[in-house]
């Protein structure tokens, strides 16, 4: 049975609600670019984009040619940094709500001083 990236990445990205937080991972990166934004743990951000770049290049530690063990690289790969990211998307989700209240509690003080 041979199998293609693309529907091994289709399988990964399900995982842990993936394909839902991808909104979540483009607002995270954003805050990142901005100053006083959100600042990611390096290793969860890095990873998961090395990983990507790995996939899309055409070089392999195990060439897909090769029958059932040809994608093993790449869903190893995908398995560890897929739950990196989503991690790190999970703890931007907590930092907005908590930068979102502290902005609210800020504008109220200033209403009330």
Known sequence: MKVSKIQLAKEAFKHKGFIGKIPVIIRMMKSASKKGGYKPHFKDV??????????????DLIPDWIPGIGILDDLALLTFAIPLLVKEAEKFIAWEISSKSNDIMIEEAEIIG
């Open 46 to 59: 890095i990873v998961p984009a090395l990983v990507l770049v790995y996939l899309i290049s055409p070089i």
